[in-house]
């Protein structure tokens, strides 16, 4: 048996409506074998069988086409049909009735929707049958019709589905080069950055200072974008953002740092902090204050200019919350359900820096520890989002119990 035979077999071993098609020939017609057939040339191939008589084929079984009337069939492109073979001026004498001892008997052209012949339906019986003249044969015509609409359909999905597999191998082997080149890349620019920051203390000419000062400006942009590839490709590959769970007491201080480094990349900006008592808390402190100064980052960059950017952090209702809330035009409602995704920034005009990875990766950070983030946008309130992490849930991290 071919592998097209085999692959037409699967075919119509997934099409729902077969079995059905073949219950209602036999139940309509009396007889007690029904099949779909792939004929060639030389085989006859069942596809599908309904047989309550014995007659001893399964899905699979191959007969010599020669020996079949489906060999006319294939030929003449005509539906046949027997009351009674041993009655019948035309097949009384023939082979086929006798080798396989019906009287009955009714197959019909199954056509690709291209035209090409693909096999029968057909269904025998050993005993006579009131075939002719009656509405079986327009009905299984009309089934052969609609098989081969079937056929169609179920090849066209899995089309559809190999090229969607081959198409994520390729995703997945592009991530991995990603996450191999990200990794590759961090420690020249290490060594870069290290060798900028030396000149900026040594130099004493300040227009070598300033070039100095510009080239560890751009080594350390260079390192957040290799960082941000890096964590992007651990979500998408299935390992997801690593994390260093401990105990954090001085988280709240990690959390002022980061507003105070970008409040000094952004001095024309006002950050204002509102951190409550937050120590002992079970994380990753450096994932935490990576999340906070991607959304400190965003809300600078889309935020009104002239409005503050107010951090809030705190344990309330059995969750540490922390949030980044900025006022200005609202997140769009088509753009909130994207929000999270990977590349995903607002449409703008405007050249924007970074890779649109920010948000994506908070919110994977969040999903590492167990939380979840929220944003909430309208033109009264401006924009708020939160990171939520339950405290002492089953899975989640939490803070550690006093000590006694």
């Given at each position: 048996?071919?592998?097209?035979?085999?692959?037409?077999?699967?075919?119509?071993?997934?099409?729902?409506?077969?079995?059905?098609?073949?219950?209602?020939?036999?139940?309509?017609?009396?007889?007690?074998?029904?099949?779909?057939?792939?004929?060639?040339?030389?085989?006859?191939?069942?596809?599908?069988?309904?047989?309550?008589?014995?007659?001893?084929?399964?899905?699979?079984?191959?007969?010599?086409?020669?020996?079949t009337l489906c060999h006319e069939i294939r030929s003449t492109h005509q539906t046949i049909v027997i009351d009674k073979a041993s009655e019948d001026e035309q097949y009384c004498r023939h082979h086929t009735p006798q080798l396989y001892r019906f009287e009955s008997y009714i197959s019909v052209p199954v056509f690709r929707t291209d035209g090409r012949f693909f096999g029968t339906i057909c269904a025998l019986d050993p005993l006579p049958a009131a075939l002719k003249g009656s509405a079986i044969q327009p009905m299984m015509e009309s089934f052969a019709r609609l098989l081969a609409i079937q056929i169609e359909s179920e090849e066209g999905a899995q089309r559809t589905e190999q090229a969607l597999r081959k198409e994520r191998a390729?995703?997945?082997?592009?991530?991995?080069?990603?996450?191999?080149?990200?990794?590759?890349?961090?420690?020249?620019?290490?060594?870069?950055?290290?060798?900028?920051?030396?000149l900026t203390q040594r130099l004493q000419d300040d227009q070598q200072r300033t070039i100095a000062q510009h080239i560890l400006t751009c080594g350390r942009r260079a390192s957040q974008l290799v960082r941000d590839v890096l964590d992007f490709a651990r979500g998408r590959l299935g390992a997801g953002i690593p994390l260093n769970l401990q105990a954090c007491p001085d988280l709240a201080e990690g959390l002022r740092h980061v507003a105070s480094e970008l409040q000094q990349v952004h001095p024309q900006r006002r950050i204002v902090l509102d951190i409550g008592d937050i120590g002992g808390l079970y994380c990753d402190r450096e994932r935490v204050t990576q999340l906070l100064s991607n959304l400190i980052a965003n809300a600078l960059t889309h935020g009104d200019p002239q409005g503050p950017v107010a951090v809030k952090a705190a344990l309330q209702a059995g969750e540490f919350v922390l949030s980044v809330h900025n006022h200005g035009a609202p997140i769009a409602v088509q753009t909130l359900a994207?929000?999270?995704?990977?590349?995903?920034?607002?449409?703008?005009?405007?050249?924007?820096?970074?890779?649109?990875?920010?948000?994506?990766?908070?919110?994977?950070?969040?999903?590492?520890?167990?939380?979840?983030?929220?944003?909430?946008?309208?033109?009264?309130?401006?924009t708020l989002f939160s990171f939520r992490l339950p405290l002492g849930q089953p899975g989640a991290p939490a803070a550690?119990?006093?000590?006694?």
């Amino acid at each position: 048996m071919t592998d097209a035979i085999h692959a037409d077999i699967a075919t119509i071993g997934r099409i729902n409506a077969v079995p059905a098609i073949l219950q209602v020939i036999c139940e309509t017609t009396g007889m007690r074998f029904a099949a779909v057939a792939r004929v060639t040339d030389s085989n006859w191939t069942a596809c599908a069988v309904l047989d309550t008589l014995g007659f001893g084929l399964t899905a699979g079984g191959e007969l010599d086409v020669a020996t079949t009337l489906c060999h006319e069939i294939r030929s003449t492109h005509q539906t046949i049909v027997i009351d009674k073979a041993s009655e019948d001026e035309q097949y009384c004498r023939h082979h086929t009735p006798q080798l396989y001892r019906f009287e009955s008997y009714i197959s019909v052209p199954v056509f690709r929707t291209d035209g090409r012949f693909f096999g029968t339906i057909c269904a025998l019986d050993p005993l006579p049958a009131a075939l002719k003249g009656s509405a079986i044969q327009p009905m299984m015509e009309s089934f052969a019709r609609l098989l081969a609409i079937q056929i169609e359909s179920e090849e066209g999905a899995q089309r559809t589905e190999q090229a969607l597999r081959k198409e994520r191998a390729m995703a997945e082997v592009r991530e991995q080069f990603i996450a191999v080149l990200g990794h590759d890349l961090r420690n020249p620019l290490f060594a870069i950055t290290a060798g900028a920051e030396l000149l900026t203390q040594r130099l004493q000419d300040d227009q070598q200072r300033t070039i100095a000062q510009h080239i560890l400006t751009c080594g350390r942009r260079a390192s957040q974008l290799v960082r941000d590839v890096l964590d992007f490709a651990r979500g998408r590959l299935g390992a997801g953002i690593p994390l260093n769970l401990q105990a954090c007491p001085d988280l709240a201080e990690g959390l002022r740092h980061v507003a105070s480094e970008l409040q000094q990349v952004h001095p024309q900006r006002r950050i204002v902090l509102d951190i409550g008592d937050i120590g002992g808390l079970y994380c990753d402190r450096e994932r935490v204050t990576q999340l906070l100064s991607n959304l400190i980052a965003n809300a600078l960059t889309h935020g009104d200019p002239q409005g503050p950017v107010a951090v809030k952090a705190a344990l309330q209702a059995g969750e540490f919350v922390l949030s980044v809330h900025n006022h200005g035009a609202p997140i769009a409602v088509q753009t909130l359900a994207q929000l999270f995704q990977p590349f995903s920034r607002p449409l703008s005009q405007v050249p924007q820096q970074g890779l649109g990875l920010g948000l994506y990766i908070a919110n994977q950070i969040a999903l590492a520890h167990g939380g979840r983030m929220e944003v909430l946008s309208n033109e009264h309130n401006g924009t708020l989002f939160s990171f939520r992490l339950p405290l002492g849930q089953p899975g989640a991290p939490a803070a550690p119990p006093a000590s006694t």
